[in-house]
């Protein structure tokens, strides 16, 4: 889950189902536990919401890491290009060498190049939003440098900022659809 709708349409359906919710944040779902809360309801309710319910440890491992990464850029700390392994590693208790190839062998992608495409969703978004300058939009997303951001802009939608600007049909993917 990624916005304030998915966490409301979430709460109301699982309230309708009779599930007290405790808490839901990005990617979780605390709920009381009673015997009438099967696993299969609330299978159905993720499903038919369009999330799923992750068991398998690699998939929850590789979900924390897409939640960290977006949470970095949510909450404006997205600095940790360059100390990305020990920030992971840290935030996941885990050796990043492992986290990095079992993200790849999943994903099918390295974790440096889903940070990428996460922060060019994001750039979008703040193109869209009009209210930042492209410089602005570099900063904001912790570039060296606007042409940086440009040139990764470039590199992963096949064109410029400027054009996509102009486009006004903007194709954006939700955060936890990157991958």
């Excluded at 060498?97 to 992608?109: A, C, P, T």
């Amino acid at each position: 889950m990624v916005c304030d709708r998915c966490k409301t349409l979430l709460a109301q359906e699982f309230a309708k189902a009779g599930i007290v919710i405790t808490s839901i944040k990005l990617g979780e779902i605390v709920y009381e536990e009673n015997a009438d809360n099967e696993e299969g309801i609330i299978e159905g309710i993720l499903k038919n919401n369009g999330f799923e319910l992750v068991k398998d440890t690699a998939d929850m491992i590789i979900e924390n890491i897409k939640i960290q990464l977006i949470n970095t850029i949510n909450n404006g700390e997205n600095d940790i290009a360059g100390n990305m392994s020990s920030y992971l590693s840290k935030k996941l208790n885990k050796d990043y060498s492992i986290l990095s190839k079992m993200f790849s062998k999943k994903e099918g992608v390295t974790i440096e190049k889903y940070y990428i495409d996460l922060k060019i969703e994001w750039a979008k978004e703040l193109i869209q939003m009009n209210e930042l300058n492209f410089s602005e939009i570099g900063y904001a997303l912790n570039y060296r440098n606007s042409s940086h951001l440009a040139s990764q802009f470039k590199s992963v939608t096949g064109m410029s900022m400027g054009e996509y600007k102009k486009l006004q049909q903007w194709d954006r993917k939700p955060l936890d659809k990157i991958m």
